[in-house]
Every structure is written in structure tokens, then in C-alpha cells.
């Protein structure tokens, strides 16, 4: 019950948050409005065309899988789901950077699974939860959506910044 509420609450919030954003402007964590400074179209145009020159295609239509891109999370909003969600709901945490990287600390909770050995864990990961991946700033986790995103998992999304955002908010990391 509380899980619903705070679930209620927290949509709630997000539009107020968004109505007002059009009369007080504030400092916004790291990622935050990249979209509206970049011609998507354009991006996409230019991935799509780097795939097909990699051969990063296939008959089963690999290209429609990414065309829409990856939503983006905030550390925020990623650290909320994760104090709120449960069980099935608590989205997976993939971590696609190097050993190296992962070894100085990551997110509780996540997997590690390097971008290059991603697609052969794929079978790993439960393709019915969110899946959120992350690297140091955010660029090699949208390469590691994609991966997944053609390996058929139907909720990827992105953590906006990587785990450099996700330590600017004040959040843990753990080191094993």
C-alpha cells in the first residue's frame, strides 16, 4: 500500500515539477535537457548509418529494434525506483564498463558485464524487468542498450551521465 502511494506520489510530483518548470528555472542535475540542444533526427540518421556500415544488421530487423533510441534516466529518478520498487519491479542495474572501472566502484546491486561481452550474457539478464545500463558518463551505456535492445529486451533505458552523475547527486557506490 505504501509502495502505491509513494508510486502516486512521486507521478504527482513529476507534473508539478514540470508545470512549473516553465516559471522558476533551477540548476538541474547532469543530463538533463541534452534533447533539447540536439537535432535527434540527425543522430539517429548518423547511428543508423554507422550500424549498417559495421554490419551491425540482421534479416530479423535489428535496425527497428534501436531506431527509436534509448530513454534516458536521471541518477534522481533511478536512485527514487530503486528506494521504491520491489521484486519484479526493482529494475536490473548493468554496469558495461571495464573490469578496471568496475573494480574502483559501482552502482549496489548492479551486474557487470564488460560493452564488448555484453551480448554474450544477454541470456543472463531477465528481459521481463527494466533494464538499466550505465558506464562512466553515459556514452558506451546507449551502445550497451542497443545491444540488448536487438537481443529482444523490451524496457532498456539509460542512466543520463553515468555513474558520474550518479556520485554528483550524493549517491553511494560500493566496491567489491
Given at each position: 500500500?505504501?509502495?502505491?502511494?509513494?508510486?502516486?506520489?512521486?507521478?504527482?510530483?513529476?507534473?508539478?515539477?514540470?508545470?512549473?518548470?516553465?516559471?522558476?528555472?533551477?540548476?538541474?542535475?547532469?543530463?538533463?535537457?541534452?534533447?533539447?540542444?540536439?537535432?535527434?533526427?540527425?543522430?539517429?540518421?548518423?547511428?543508423?548509418?554507422?550500424?549498417?556500415?559495421?554490419g551491425?544488421?540482421?534479416?530479423?530487423?535489428?535496425?527497428?529494434?534501436?531506431?527509436?533510441?534509448?530513454?534516458?534516466?536521471?541518477?534522481?529518478?533511478?536512485?527514487?525506483?530503486?528506494?521504491?520498487?520491489?521484486?519484479?519491479?526493482?529494475p536490473?542495474?548493468?554496469?558495461?564498463?571495464?573490469?578496471?572501472?568496475?573494480?574502483?566502484?559501482?552502482?549496489?546491486?548492479?551486474?557487470?558485464?564488460?560493452?564488448?561481452?555484453?551480448?554474450?550474457?544477454?541470456?543472463?539478464?531477465?528481459?521481463?524487468?527494466?533494464?538499466?545500463?550505465?558506464?562512466?558518463?553515459?556514452?558506451?551505456?546507449?551502445?550497451?542498450?542497443?545491444?540488448l535492445?536487438?537481443?529482444?529486451?523490451?524496457?532498456?533505458?539509460s542512466?543520463?551521465?553515468?555513474?558520474?552523475?550518479?556520485?554528483?547527486?550524493?549517491?553511494?557506490?560500493?566496491?567489491?
Amino acid at each position: 500500500m505504501i509502495r502505491k502511494l509513494a508510486k502516486k506520489g512521486l507521478k504527482a510530483a513529476k507534473a508539478v515539477a514540470g508545470a512549473g518548470r516553465g516559471f522558476v528555472r533551477g540548476q538541474e542535475g547532469v543530463g538533463y535537457g541534452v534533447g533539447e540542444y540536439e537535432d535527434i533526427e540527425r543522430l539517429r540518421a548518423e547511428a543508423r548509418a554507422q550500424d549498417e556500415a559495421e554490419g551491425n544488421t540482421t534479416d530479423e530487423g535489428d535496425l527497428a529494434a534501436i531506431e527509436d533510441g534509448t530513454p534516458e534516466i536521471s541518477a534522481e529518478d533511478l536512485r527514487v525506483m530503486l528506494e521504491i520498487e520491489e521484486g519484479e519491479d526493482l529494475p536490473i542495474l548493468v554496469d558495461v564498463r571495464e573490469d578496471t572501472e568496475w573494480s574502483g566502484g559501482h552502482l549496489p546491486g548492479a551486474v557487470h558485464y564488460r560493452l564488448g561481452a555484453l551480448e554474450d550474457h544477454a541470456a543472463d539478464i531477465d528481459r521481463n524487468r527494466i533494464v538499466v545500463t550505465y558506464c562512466h558518463s553515459g556514452m558506451r551505456s546507449i551502445d550497451g542498450s542497443y545491444v540488448l535492445k536487438r537481443a529482444g529486451f523490451p524496457r532498456v533505458m539509460s542512466l543520463a551521465g553515468g555513474i558520474v552523475a550518479w556520485q554528483e547527486a550524493g549517491n553511494e557506490v560500493v566496491t567489491d
